[in-house]
């Protein structure tokens, strides 16, 4: 009798154990996701300040070679290359958080395998009603874990991309050595110049849609956080 109850004080404290690191686990992912929502926030209004002031700068660029002021030129392109520098820099920050989300999705995930390893098996063992709804609740938490790690690897791959061909477009705006001209070569100097800044332009906008679907998921992952701790609050 006395080892049972031992055995039985083992298998409580067990599950209390792993109750409890659940928990722990579940409320860090709420503090993590509501940080990234306020960051997020903020990158989002700077970045669209940033695209408006390039835009602006885009078209002075155009109007300078147009009318032929080149110390005007020569200086709204040095301020365009600035621009870009900082933005490549900005993507190549939101490249190190992407694969940071990555490794944390990656960690959660592992962490909803070895909970729902758990309470199946305790649905082997003891396979109460309360049980099967365990399982049931971890495995839909392992499915959804699954999802965000593929959603962040896909972000992780987009913004590679984009930032990859940011490069390639400052350093062929840097390259060009603009020089005002009526004649067919200055016109199209002036034309790929402009397609090109253009692009990158859309490179910043396409950020600015990341961030946005970013920060919609931030939301959803926090009403689900919310719905895991509800659950943890149950055992």
Do not use: P, W
Request: hydrophobic share 30%; proline share 0%; aromatic share 8%.
């Amino acid at each position: 009798m006395k080892r049972f109850n031992f055995t039985y004080c083992i298998v409580f404290c067990f599950f209390i154990s792993t109750a409890n690191a659940q928990f722990v686990r579940n409320t860090k992912e709420v503090i993590d996701n509501k940080k990234e929502i306020k960051t997020n926030k903020a990158q989002l209004e700077k970045d669209f300040k940033q695209l408006h002031s390039f835009k602006s700068k885009i078209n002075a660029f155009e109007n300078a070679f147009i009318n032929h002021n080149n110390a005007k030129l020569k200086r709204i392109k040095a301020d365009l290359l600035s621009d870009m520098k900082r933005e490549i820099a900005q993507s190549e920050r939101k490249i190190t958080q992407d694969q940071k989300e990555v490794k944390r999705s990656k960690s959660e995930l592992r962490a909803s395998k070895r909970e729902a390893k758990l309470s199946r098996r305790d649905v082997v063992y003891r396979n109460t009603k309360k049980q099967r709804r365990e399982y049931a609740d971890d495995v839909r938490d392992k499915r959804d874990d699954k999802r965000d790690l593929r959603d962040d690897q896909r972000d992780l791959a987009f913004q590679i991309s984009r930032t990859n061909r940011q490069k390639e477009i400052y350093r062929s705006i840097k390259a060009y050595n603009l020089v005002i001209s009526k004649n067919k070569s200055g016109k199209h100097k002036l034309a790929t110049n402009t397609k090109l800044l253009r692009e990158f332009a859309k490179t910043m906008l396409a950020d600015i849609n990341a961030t946005k679907a970013e920060l919609k998921e931030d939301h959803k992952e926090v009403r689900e956080d919310r719905r895991e701790r509800r659950e943890d609050r149950r055992i």
